[in-house]
C-alpha cells in the first residue's frame, strides 16, 4: 500500500470497525450507568446510534466507491473479499436506523425491538471486523502490491 488511494480502504474500514465499538461496547453502556434515568440514557444513546449510523454508511460507501480501479470493470484486491460484508453492514445499518430504531423510540414491543436491534448492531459490527481483518492482512498487501 504505497499511496493514499490505496491506503483509504484501510481507514474506512478502520473507522466503520472502531467507531461501531466505541458507540456499542462504550459510549451508550456509559450512558445508561451514569445518566440518572433509564429514559434519558435511551434518548442519548438513540441520538449516538443515528450518528453511527451515518459514520457505517459514509464508511460504506466509500469502500463501495473505491473497490474498482480506476473506472475499470476489475475490482480492487481486497474488494473481492470483502463486497458482500461491505454491502450486508450498509444494508444493516439502514435497516436498524429505519426500520428497528423507530420501534424502540415508540416502545412499541421494547424487548423484541431492542433484541432485534442488538442482533443487528453485532452482525454489523461483525460485517466491519471482516472487511478491516481482510483488508489489514499481510496477504491483502502482498497482492495490492503486485497488482
Known sequence: ???????VPLLAAALWWGS???IGFMAVPMLFAQLPTPAVAGFMAAKLFAAQT?????CAAVLLVL??????????????ACLGFVIAGMLL????????????????NLKLWHSVGTVMYALQ???????????????????????
Open 93 to 108: 445499518a439502514f435497516l436498524v436506523q429505519y426500520g428497528v430504531s423507530p420501534r424502540i423510540v415508540a416502545r412499541d
Open 20 to 22: 461501531l465499538s466505541a
Open 54 to 58: 451515518w459514520v457505517s454508511i459514509a
Open 67 to 80: 473497490s474498482r480501479r480506476n473506472k475499470e470493470q476489475v475490482l480492487q484486491p481486497w474488494a473481492k
Open 125 to 147: 459490527w461483525l460485517c466491519a471486523l471482516v472487511v478491516l481483518w481482510r483488508i489489514g492482512s499481510p496477504s491483502q498487501a502482498k497482492a495490492e502490491a503486485t497488482a
Open 1 to 7: 500500500m504505497s499511496n493514499l488511494y490505496e491506503r
